[in-house]
């Protein structure tokens, strides 16, 4: 089992999030062996690495033939499933009880060796089927076993609830084919179904992602961020909080998933917020709300995010523009709850003691440079995976810079890494001067190791003259772009191998773990997202072979007599309630395909929704259905009463579960009310834009600023405090006018906007 130990009161107590079983050596080993063998997979055969070695290995007149080895996308899938299924069926018991976990019975090694067989059987059989397209007996035999085995991996780990679904849409399929085994098999185990648009999405983009945050949380960046916030903000009153909500919404740039944030920022977090003084009801709640965020957050988004990308045909690097004012919208409320409540409790700043130097984490400022170098990558419009890739690099890098034990003049090898990162990033064009500009450096750096003391014959020294002749001999060759970057990501995990491993340092010992771990972490921590993507596609595959897809959303608009409101009211409710259960994936899966066509259907010939997102075919309607459906879907996580990051949220901090759930609510307000409003008013989604003038600017900017001032007259409403306390007649009265303003109309943003500066200037208790 794995457990997350929370310091607390002076003692440390133990609180179990998560359960797996504690595997004997051998069988870990066989664990960890297909955990990393699915990175490996991944990085060869997915993200086409074997094609750009053999390519480089062809530029020098090497030709490996092997290194050409071609699977299809549907082979790739299926391996990924293989291992998937199998460390599901030796990690996660049948049953969570103490037996279960201690030992592995023998019908689980079953079960994980024809989870291997059946989805190995679709890589062997594949090819044939893509030629012919024909189904035999056999072939349905091996497909319903494994759409059985998915089903029964996906309760062990996320519960119930996705699976039972699942189900149910499954029984109504094959009813509708009436009992055709063979066309329910082609469907959901050879075309859609498990390895349909969420898993191809999964394999394809968001692993390099989980991979990205896996190194992120081993290596110490993720602390660093965790810790520079705490220190930044800890000395004010309610800093604590405040550092978790800006901690938090980084790190879910990089996590993706909110109670993994939760378990990360907020095993230090939450203990610090009860130090400070906020009641363990409180501490609990900001946490959740501040880490659910992080799925809304360019320039990594929760896996949906991805999914919407392939769905709309709108390339992820515009959906991140999208997403950024509602997800500054989204903080910018939860931090105006967090001041006002700090202020209304009275809390102070804590003792500069319980903090590292503010001028530590300054000079160490460039370990933030992979989320730069990731943000930058995937806005010019390269790949996801080899944005992320590319940042893994870069990452590892300035980790080992990072290293105060291994000796080397930090500021020397910043500027070495950040020189490197950009010649990186330059065009074909470029390739022989930038090529001898890198040989040179490298020649450089080992005459300064010799002659003076800004660097050494160390593990600082070998790593980065690795990288750089490495960048160097990959431009000399002329590759592409996209080549390097991705080359370089990889290439650093080898390096940092090979360096960790010869290395006598403490530091180079400790990188060397960090790096072999986060490996496995990153095959281990996908399982769950996998799942819920081979799961999901089951409903998507049901859904499009039978039809529902149209007439589900026809039934919706019928339901609700064609009022666009009182649909998205309805849509917000079943979003919500689907996502107590189900994760944000099959959430956003089955919404975006029942919903959001009938939200598209009510006002797809009203203006501007009839208009196309500039440069694209998809209608702007279609757009903002899909965003509605996507932030409902996330903030599931903290809505009662299943609400499973305020669950982690307040076992962490020992309160009770439902006033947690319920403060977690009242913070996140700027997620339940945002999307109506960018639902309403387009242009705040900025890629909708047609024509950028003064004009459009001004409208946006005074969207912007209306929505923050909703947000802050809501949050005055529900503390109750605004430099005085506020009579609940007041507050009623408050809350009447944010709630009007939040349909941006100057009258009532106008009468809002007044009322805050009135109870400001008046200064008395109201």
Do not use: C
Request: no cysteine; proline share 5%.
């Amino acid at each position: 089992m794995s457990e997350v130990g929370v310091e607390g009161a002076g003692e440390k107590e133990k609180v179990v999030i998560e359960r797996t079983r504690k595997l004997p050596p051998w069988l870990d080993l066989v664990v960890k062996t297909a955990a990393i063998l699915i990175g490996i997979y991944e990085i060869l055969f997915i993200f086409t690495f074997n094609y750009t070695l053999y390519d480089m290995f062809a530029r020098m007149g090497i030709k490996i033939g092997i290194l050409k080895t071609f699977f299809q996308p549907k082979q790739n899938e299926a391996f990924v499933l293989a291992m998937i299924l199998l460390m599901t069926y030796l990690l996660y018991p049948f049953r969570k009880t103490e037996k279960g976990f201690k030992k592995v019975p023998v019908y689980d090694y079953l079960l994980a060796i024809l989870g291997v067989v059946a989805s190995l059987y679709l890589f062997v059989v594949y090819p044939r089927y893509s030629v012919f397209a024909d189904v035999y007996q056999q072939d349905v035999i091996f497909g319903v076993l494994a759409i059985i085995l998915v089903l029964e991996a996906t309760r062990r780990v996320l519960g119930w609830v996705l699976p039972t679904v699942v189900l149910v849409f499954l029984i109504y399929g094959i009813r509708d084919l009436n009992f055709d085994w063979i066309r329910f098999t082609q469907q959901l185990y050879f075309e859609e179904g498990i390895f349909g648009i969420p898993f191809s999405v999964m394999t394809a983009y968001v692993f390099a992602f989980v991979f990205f945050g896996a190194f992120l949380l081993k290596i110490g960046i993720s602390d660093y961020i965790t810790e520079f916030m705490i220190t930044l903000f800890g000395k004010r009153p309610g800093g604590p909080a405040k550092s978790a909500v800006v901690s938090s919404g980084l790190m879910g740039t990089v996590s993706g998933s909110s109670v993994a944030n939760v378990l990360t920022t907020g095993t230090f977090t939450i203990p610090l917020m009860k130090k400070a003084g906020y009641p363990p009801e409180i501490a609990g709640a900001v946490e959740p709300v501040a880490s659910t965020g992080g799925q809304l957050m360019p320039p990594i988004m929760g896996a949906a995010a991805f999914i919407m990308a392939e769905l709309l045909g709108v390339p992820y690097n515009k959906l991140i523009i999208a997403a950024v004012i509602p997800a500054l919208v989204y903080y910018a409320g939860v931090y105006l709850f967090i001041d006002l409540e700090t202020k209304r409790l009275g809390l102070k700043g804590m003792p500069t003691e319980h903090f590292a130097p503010l001028s530590y984490f300054v000079r160490k400022l460039y370990i933030l440079l992979p989320i730069v170098v990731i943000t930058v990558a995937l806005v010019w419009g390269i790949p996801p995976h080899v944005s992320a890739v590319s940042s893994l690099g870069v990452a590892i890098w300035v980790a080992w810079i990072s290293k105060d034990e291994i000796k080397g003049h930090e500021g020397f090898y910043v500027a070495v890494v950040l020189l490197t990162t950009l010649l990186m990033f330059t065009g074909r064009s470029m390739s022989t001067p930038v090529a001898g500009v890198l040989f040179l450096m490298a020649a450089v750096l080992v005459g300064i190791a010799f002659a003076t003391e800004f660097a050494e014959l160390n593990e600082k020294l070998y790593i980065s003259l690795l990288f750089i002749l490495f960048v160097a001999l990959t431009k000399y060759l002329g590759m592409s772009k996209e080549q390097i970057l991705l080359m370089s990501g990889v290439m650093g995990i080898v390096f940092s191998l090979i360096v960790g491993y010869i290395s006598k340092s403490e530091g180079g010992r400790k990188m060397y773990e960090a790096t072999y771990q986060s490996m496995i972490d990153a095959g281990t921590t996908s399982v769950a997202v996998m799942l819920a993507a081979a799961s999901a596609g089951l409903i998507q595959g049901v859904l499009t072979m039978t039809g529902l897809v149209t007439s589900l959303g026809y039934r919706l608009v019928d339901l609700t007599a064609g009022n666009l409101w009182l649909l998205l009211i309805l849509t917000m409710i079943f979003s919500l309630i689907l996502g107590m259960g189900v994760p944000t994936t099959a959430n956003y899966i089955i919404t975006s395909l029942v919903a959001a066509p009938a939200i598209y259907n009510a006002v797809q010939n009203l203006e501007p929704y009839n208009l196309p997102v500039p440069g694209f075919g998809t209608p702007i309607a279609l757009l903002a259905a899909h965003f509605f459906v996507f932030y409902f879907g996330i903030l599931a996580d903290v809505t009662p009463p299943v609400a499973l990051a305020s669950y982690a949220g307040s076992t962490l901090a020992g309160g009770d579960f439902w006033k947690t759930a319920m403060n977690a609510v009242k913070y996140a307000l700027a997620g339940y009310i945002g999307p109506y409003i960018y639902f309403t008013h387009p242009e705040m989604f900025l890629i909708t834009v047609h024509e950028w003038t003064a004009k459009t600017v001004l409208i946006v900017a005074y969207d912007f600023g209306a929505t923050l001032l909703v947000m802050y007259i809501l949050a005055i409403s529900l503390t109750g405090w605004f430099g005085v306390h506020i009579r609940k007649e007041l507050r009623g009265l408050l809350a009447t006018v944010g709630i009007l303003s939040a349909t941006l109309n100057p009258i009532p943003v106008g009468i809002g906007l007044a009322s805050v500066l009135g109870i400001k200037l008046l200064g008395k208790k109201a």
